[in-house]
């Protein structure tokens, strides 16, 4: 062998580690929830949604646990005192970045951390003096909100009267902090001019007991279940209350619907948490959280579980609306109107439905569990879907 070709196979052969270790650098990611049980964080494919969503964002974007990623699911059950420790711990670890929300976000900023964090806020950031601007947060928070306001908790107890037009007395189920914050007061102002009173059922962020037996001895004619991030870990309580005490109930996260919860309106939760995986990854690329703004949503759900409204409303022959004829669809209007019956046989949709499917199925849709409304902040419509309970796998009937 040449000289010159066995320093250069000598070279290269020194520089392969080094090149292979750049490629398999790996990369340290918290994943930090309020309540959710930790052993639903678990696994590739976890039990809980937004740890699942976020999991399979990230591995989308290239990070597979085992290879190049190190993510570290942690929790604080319900017991925010236990914030500290677990931001001292992930600080210990050499975190690159915490994917978290409310309340940990809050310790974190008060411990003067470093480490970027990407949040989901259920509050305004900027009011609370967590960052500069919703443009341009500065220092090392960025992420996206739940919400583009309280006003959205007016809007959708609005719904709940157009539902229930007979309704009186409505249970506001949500902590002290939610019913003195801005929700609380919007909820409140709303009510007043729908010509609803309001029923205050406090809770703590784990325990719902003193709320239930209150709701056991006042008479309400409707359950309105704030925002509170707390009440997605305990919506399988919260929806076996309201079905066994037949309220209905009105929730700011879809989850409680796939549960038997009557209806909710919110923002899509689980996308948020899939584009909150997308700053991750661009941080841990080296755009700074500063220079990332903190996104609010476009796009809202009004879901309603038929099942539920079946039993809910049984034996009533009053129709109840919610947003016009799907038969008089238009989607270059601003708002989409649906005439549901009570005893909700849907034969305008049905028939819509199938007529969509038989040519491409040859087949006759069966009555389906959900009706989800898609709608953006400026009212425009995004689509209808109505899907299956199994699994929740929407059918898309129409999108603009």
């Not at 406090?202 to 991030?229: I, K, M």
């Not at 949503?297 to 879901?303: C, F, N, S």
């Not at 609306?321 to 005439?339: E, Y």
Request: proline share 5%.
């Amino acid at each position: 062998m040449r000289r010159r070709e066995f320093i250069a196979l000598m070279g290269a052969s020194v520089a392969w580690p080094f090149t292979a270790e750049a490629q398999l650098k790996v990369h340290r990611v918290a994943l930090v929830f309020t309540t959710a049980p930790v052993a639903e964080m678990a696994g590739p494919d976890p039990v809980n949604p937004y740890a699942r969503a976020f999991v399979r964002a990230l591995r989308a974007l290239g990070y597979v646990e085992g290879q190049n990623l190190i993510l570290y699911r942690r929790s604080a059950e319900g017991q925010f005192s236990r914030y500290h420790d677990i931001i001292a711990e992930l600080i210990q670890l050499k975190t690159e970045v915490i994917q978290t929300g409310f309340p940990a976000v809050h310790r974190a900023e008060a411990a003067s951390i470093t480490v970027p964090i990407v949040s989901l806020f259920n509050f305004d950031p900027v009011e609370e003096g967590l960052v500069s601007s919703l443009a341009r947060p500065g220092g090392n928070i960025t992420g996206f909100t739940l919400s583009a306001g309280p006003e959205i908790d007016g809007k959708r107890i609005a719904l709940l009267k157009e539902i229930l037009p007979g309704a009186a007395r409505i249970a506001y189920l949500g902590t002290n902090e939610d019913w003195e914050g801005p929700s609380g007061k919007i909820v409140r102002a709303a009510a007043q001019v729908l010509g609803l009173t309001v029923v205050l059922a406090a809770h703590t962020p784990t325990e719902y007991a003193d709320a239930f037996n209150l709701l056991g001895r006042v008479s309400v004619d409707a359950l309105f279940v704030s925002a509170g991030l707390y009440q997605i870990a305990n919506r399988r309580l919260i929806v076996d209350f309201a079905r066994q005490s037949r309220l209905p109930d009105t929730h700011a996260y879809r989850e409680a619907v796939e549960l038997g919860a009557l209806m909710s309106y919110g923002a899509d939760g689980l996308d948020l948490i899939r584009r909150s995986a997308g700053y991750v990854d661009k941080i841990l690329k080296g755009t700074k959280p500063a220079d990332l703004p903190i996104e609010q949503p476009t796009k809202y759900e009004l879901v309603i579980n038929l099942k539920t409204a079946d039993v809910c409303f049984a034996g009533e022959e009053r129709k109840w609306r919610g947003l016009a004829a799907m038969s008089q669809f238009d989607p270059k209007r601003a708002s989409l109107w649906l005439s549901i019956s009570a005893a909700f046989k849907w034969p305008d949709a049905y028939s819509i439905t199938s007529s969509a499917r038989a040519s491409s199925e040859g087949g006759t849709v069966r009555p389906s569990a959900f009706a989800v409304l898609r709608l953006m902040t400026s009212s425009n419509l995004v689509g209808c879907w109505i899907g299956r309970s199994a699994g929740f796998a929407p059918l898309r009937i129409w999108a603009t």
